[in-house]
């Protein structure tokens, strides 16, 4: 099995859903952020690092390792170098798997399966649709962090790399939950109950 770290991308304003997503919850009250770091952590992912908007105080959740932008209004590319840069300072991973913090439905077997691919990266599939988790292997992440690679999104990124697909039977990976309807929507489409 493959050696690989996880990156959360929680650092935004969450304008849509009228606050930080870190903190959304879903209806058993646990936020967001705790449930990415779960599924994370029970895929095998370490270390795991969470980008999250500046001035936060660390959330102190086992296995995490936080890193607050620097300033608000980053976009999504100079969120990722962030979040990356500070994955880079742990040794000893390969892959790093990197879920959006409103995608907080995605199976932990289904992180395991993208990080055990040989691919540079990997993006899963689902019905015809991408989503996330992506995976990156350490070589695309190094040449990010020294410039070699600098692209507006991390779309451009995937595809200058020749990004393999995967399909997969986990509707997670396309459930954005960036509003609360959308939370809801994802919820009722796969079934999932909260007592």
């Given at each position: 099995?493959?050696?690989f770290?996880?990156l959360?991308?929680a650092?935004?304003?969450?304008?849509?859903?009228?606050g930080?997503?870190?903190w959304?919850e879903?209806?058993?009250?646990?936020?967001f952020?705790?449930?990415?770091v779960?599924?994370?952590g029970?895929?095998?992912a370490v270390?795991?690092?969470?980008?999250?908007?500046?001035?936060?105080?660390d959330?102190q959740?086992?296995?995490?390792?936080t890193?607050?932008?620097?300033e608000?209004?980053?976009?999504?590319?100079?969120?990722?170098?962030a979040?990356?840069?500070r994955?880079?300072?742990y040794?000893?991973?390969e892959v790093v798997?990197i879920?959006?913090?409103?995608?907080?439905l995605?199976?932990?077997q289904t992180?395991?399966?993208?990080s055990?691919?040989?691919?540079?990266?990997?993006?899963?599939?689902?019905k015809g649709?991408?989503?996330?988790p992506?995976?990156?292997?350490?070589?695309?992440?190094d040449?990010?962090?020294d410039?070699?690679?600098?692209?507006?999104?991390?779309?451009?990124v995937?595809?200058?790399v020749?990004?393999?697909?995967?399909?997969?039977e986990?509707?997670?990976?396309v459930?954005?939950?960036n509003t609360?309807e959308?939370l809801a929507?994802?919820l009722k489409?796969l079934?999932?109950?909260?007592?």
């Amino acid at each position: 099995m493959t050696h690989f770290a996880g990156l959360i991308l929680a650092g935004g304003e969450g304008r849509r859903w009228g606050g930080p997503k870190a903190w959304a919850e879903l209806p058993d009250g646990t936020s967001f952020l705790e449930r990415c770091v779960g599924i994370l952590g029970d895929a095998g992912a370490v270390p795991i690092v969470a980008t999250l908007p500046p001035n936060t105080v660390d959330p102190q959740l086992e296995g995490l390792v936080t890193a607050p932008l620097p300033e608000p209004g980053l976009d999504m590319f100079a969120s990722l170098v962030a979040g990356l840069s500070r994955l880079a300072d742990y040794p000893n991973w390969e892959v790093v798997s990197i879920l959006p913090v409103d995608h907080p439905l995605v199976s932990a077997q289904t992180v395991i399966a993208l990080s055990n691919t040989t691919a540079r990266a990997t993006i899963p599939k689902f019905k015809g649709k991408h989503g996330h988790p992506v995976c990156l292997r350490r070589s695309v992440i190094d040449q990010i962090l020294d410039g070699r690679m600098s692209w507006p999104t991390l779309r451009e990124v995937m595809r200058s790399v020749d990004a393999v697909d995967m399909p997969v039977e986990d509707a997670g990976v396309v459930s954005n939950c960036n509003t609360p309807e959308a939370l809801a929507g994802a919820l009722k489409n796969l079934g999932v109950h909260f007592p």
